[in-house]
């Protein structure tokens, strides 16, 4: 589940300045706040986080990160403006925001193998997408353009939402005492 989030979220990470300074045609101080303002915009979601869990479901968050982020991702490619792709990566940064701590929330809490398993699971799984996606983008940018390696992302961000169930916590078997009791 998180790790199509997290292709589009390397993708913004090692592309987007470059995007922004190739094909937007963005002056070097602009490149420079769109990668901010993409980065802000993520680190705003990520502290307001427990406001939102609050609110909505698990579920319903991943889903609603990956729409924010499949659109901002279509508004970048097709960006008339430099601030419009500005806007565009905000709405992308405030999309990947939650996803991953959802993501490590669910998978500590299921039963089978140990969180500790499980999160070493995730994060093998994470971090080898962000390995992944930086050499994948720059052969696809070379072949087809920037704006087409950046799109190639977009089915893995759909297929986040559709995997987004997978963000429920579930309890341990019954019988069980919890992890932190184990521990």
Same mark, same amino acid.
């Given at each position: 589940?998180? @790790?199509?989030i997290t292709l589009a979220?390397?993708?913004?990470?090692?592309?987007?300045?470059?995007?922004? +300074?190739?094909?937007?045609?963005?002056?070097?101080?602009?490149?420079?706040?769109?990668?901010?303002?993409? #980065?802000?915009?993520?680190?705003?979601?990520?502290?307001?986080?427990?406001?939102?869990?609050?609110?909505?479901? #698990?579920? #319903?968050?991943? +889903?609603? !990160?990956?729409?924010?982020?499949?659109?901002?991702? @279509?508004?970048?490619?097709?960006?008339?403006? @430099?601030?419009?792709? !500005?806007?565009?990566?905000?709405?992308?940064?405030?999309?990947?925001?939650?996803?991953?701590?959802?993501?490590?929330?669910?998978?500590?809490?299921? $039963?089978?193998? $140990?969180?500790?398993?499980?999160? #070493?699971?995730?994060?093998?799984? @994470?971090?080898?997408?962000?390995?992944?996606?930086?050499?994948?983008?720059?052969?696809?940018?070379? $072949?087809?353009?920037?704006?087409?390696?950046?799109? $190639?992302?977009?089915p893995f961000v759909i297929?986040?939402?559709?995997?987004?169930?997978?963000? +429920?916590?579930?309890?341990?078997a019954p019988g069980l005492?919890?992890?932190?009791? +184990?521990?």
């Open positions: 589940m998180a @790790v199509g979220e390397g993708a913004i990470y090692d592309w987007g300045t470059l995007y922004m +300074r190739e094909v937007m045609a963005a002056s070097p101080f602009m490149a420079g706040a769109g990668y901010a303002i993409f #980065a802000l915009s993520m680190a705003a979601g990520r502290f307001g986080g427990d406001i939102v869990r609050a609110r909505f479901t #698990a579920p #319903a968050i991943v +889903r609603g !990160c990956a729409f924010a982020t499949g659109v901002g991702l @279509v508004l970048l490619v097709n960006a008339p403006s @430099v601030a419009v792709a !500005c806007l565009a990566l905000a709405l992308m940064g405030g999309g990947v925001s939650l996803v991953f701590p959802i993501a490590v929330t669910a998978v500590a809490a299921r $039963s089978g193998s $140990s969180a500790a398993a499980n999160l #070493a699971g995730l994060t093998l799984a @994470v971090m080898t997408s962000l390995l992944i996606a930086p050499p994948a983008i720059g052969f696809l940018g070379h $072949s087809f353009g920037l704006a087409a390696a950046l799109l $190639s992302t977009l297929l986040t939402g559709l995997l987004a169930g997978q963000a +429920r916590a579930e309890p341990d005492s919890s992890t932190a009791e +184990r521990a």
